[in-house]
């Protein structure tokens, strides 16, 4: 029994970091491929209501908290912390890898453009909606995964 429950946490973390590696690559990949090929500002239509910009932000996810600075620098980590923290203590519960490796890697994602340019590039433009990146919407995605994970039909109450 006690090597099962190892075998399904060791995989748990495993599915988790195979899920944030994933992640970080596709943001990373993007983020440099739309820096080298649209200048800051320019917009090029992508498909039909979608046009692909070049849009600095230093807020969070959609502009929020533009210009925070060290605040969300801080607020990332701790929610990273108190995410982790919780994976470490329930790696067993079921999914919850999916919505963890999600936040991880959109976080990481994020901070790497924080820390090294001062700001996040975003990219993705829709009508009437702030753009956005591939970590963006993994975080975004990520916390209703793991709502569900949370407070879904499994979920043990």
Known sequence: MRRATASRRAAAF?????????VLVLDQVTKHTIAAGIDAGESKK????????????TG??????????????????AALALLIGYFFR???RHLLWLPTGMLV???VGNLIDRIANG???????????????IADMSITFGVLVLLWVLEGPRAKR
């Open 119 to 133: 700001a996040v590039t975003d990219f993705i433009k829709l009508p009437h909606w702030p753009a956005f990146n």
């Open 14 to 22: 495993a599915w988790a970091g195979l899920t944030a590696g994933i």
């Open 90 to 92: 329930h790696p067993e």
């Open 46 to 57: 992508f498909l039909p209501g979608v046009h692909l910009v070049h849009v600095r932000n």
């Open 60 to 77: 969070v996810a959609f502009s929020i908290f533009s210009g925070g600075g060290t605040l969300v620098l801080v607020f990332t980590l």
């Open 105 to 107: 890697g959109g976080a």
